[in-house]
C-alpha cells in the first residue's frame, strides 16, 4: 500500500479522469455548458482525499488545464477576463470548499475494518462545489452575457435556469451514482489508501 500514498500520483489520475470525462459530452447547449459523465466528481475528490488547502490549489489548476483544453478546441471563447476567471479557475476552484464541512459524528460509521465511512461529508462536498459553480456560473452570465431579456430580472431568471439546467443534471446523476453503497465503499477505501502511509495488516478490502 506505501507505493499507493503519494498525492501527486492521485492528483495526476483525478486530473487525467476529470479532462477524459470533460471532453465526453452526454448533452451540450447550444450558448455554452455541457452535462458530462462524472467530470466534476473527480475534481471534488482531490479535495475530499487530501483536504481544504491541498484541494484549493489543485482545483484552481484543474480549471486553468480544463480551460486550456477547452481554447484548444475552440469551446472557450470569452471576451472578457473577469468572466475567464469566475467560469475557470474560481468556477472549478469552489470545489474545495466541501473540504471544510465536517462528518456530523452521529452519522459516521465504518467502510471496513479501519476505514471511516463519511457519506455525509462525501455527498454535500460534491453538491456543495456544484452549488458554488452555479453561482459562479450564474454571475459571469448576467454580468458579461447577459441574454437579450428586458430587465435585470428578465436577465438573472434567465440566466439562472439556463447554467441550472446543464449543472442540476449532472449534479443529481453524480448524487445518485454517491448513493451507491459499493461506490461509497470503495471511494473510502481508496482515500484511506491514499492518505495512510504505513501498512495496516487488520485492513479489510471492500
Known amino acids: 500500500m506505501k ?14 479522469l476529470f479532462l477524459a470525462l470533460s471532453a465526453v459530452k452526454v448533452v ?12 466534476l466528481l473527480f475534481l471534488w475528490l482531490v479535495t475530499y482525499f487530501f483536504g481544504f488547502r491541498y484541494g484549493l490549489v489543485c482545483s484552481v489548476l484543474f480549471g486553468l488545464a480544463r480551460m486550456g483544453v477547452d481554447r484548444l478546441a475552440g469551446e472557450a471563447v470569452i471576451a472578457y477576463w473577469p468572466a475567464l476567471l469566475l467560469e475557470y479557475p474560481l468556477g472549478y476552484g469552489v470545489f474545495c470548499l466541501g473540504g471544510l464541512l465536517k462528518e456530523p459524528s452521529a452519522k459516521s460509521g465504518a467502510a471496513g475494518a479501519g476505514v471511516p465511512a463519511e457519506p455525509f461529508r462525501l455527498r454535500m462536498g460534491y453538491v456543495t462545489g456544484v452549488f458554488g459553480q452555479y453561482l ?3 454571475i459571469s452570465a448576467v454580468c458579461f452575457y447577459p441574454p437579450d431579456r428586458e430587465g435585470f430580472l428578465a436577465n438573472l ?7 441550472g439546467s446543464y449543472l442540476m443534471v449532472e449534479g443529481v446523476i453524480t448524487l445518485l451514482f454517491l448513493c451507491v453503497p459499493p461506490v ?3 471511494i473510502y477505501y481508496l482515500k484511506y489508501i491514499a492518505t ?11
Not at 507505493?3 to 487525467?16: E, G, V
Not at 431568471?157 to 447554467?163: A, E, H, I, V
Not at 495512510?196 to 487488520?202: G, L, N, Q, S, V
Request: charged share 20%; net charge negative; proline share 2%.
Open 196 to 206: 495512510h502511509e504505513e501498512e495496516d495488516d487488520t485492513l479489510t478490502t471492500f
Open 3 to 16: 507505493r499507493w500514498n503519494r498525492k501527486w500520483i492521485w492528483t495526476l489520475l483525478f486530473l487525467a
Open 157 to 163: 431568471l434567465f440566466c439562472m435556469l439556463y447554467d
Open 184 to 186: 461509497c465503499e470503495a
Open 136 to 138: 459562479l456560473f450564474v
Open 28 to 39: 451540450v447547449l447550444p450558448q455554452g455548458g455541457s452535462v458530462t459523465y462524472l467530470s
